[in-house]
């Protein structure tokens, strides 16, 4: 099934969601400046949007290289995430015009 549709996006969001949350516990296990899971958790989703709020960070050597995958890991769900929402709405203009055609 391809992942750019309706039902496409939702297997990428929950794989996604699936994908940070191991990131999460990577970060957990690889730092131990992390105190909790949730704060893994945090740092992935932060780190993964690029957001950076700097309240928690990576501060191993092990966990910062990890980092750099985590961000990379996010520019292409966020990319895939935006071109599945773009491909649908190219998808219902392209059904509206052929119905205006016919």
Not at 35 to 53: C, D, I, P, Q, R
Request: net charge neutral; hydrophobic share 50%.
């Amino acid at each position: 099934m391809p992942l750019l549709t309706e039902t496409g996006l939702a297997r990428l969001l929950v794989l996604g969601a699936a994908v940070l949350g191991l990131c999460g516990i990577g970060f957990y296990w690889l730092d131990p400046g992390i105190k909790s899971v949730n704060e893994g958790l945090w740092l992935a989703f932060s780190t993964a949007a690029t957001v950076g709020y700097g309240d928690v960070v990576p501060s191993s050597t092990a966990s910062r290289v990890f980092s750099v995958f985590v961000v990379l890991l996010g520019y292409g769900v966020l990319s895939l995430v935006t071109a599945s929402i773009a491909a649908m709405f190219v998808g219902t203009q392209e059904r509206k015009v052929e119905r205006e055609i016919l």
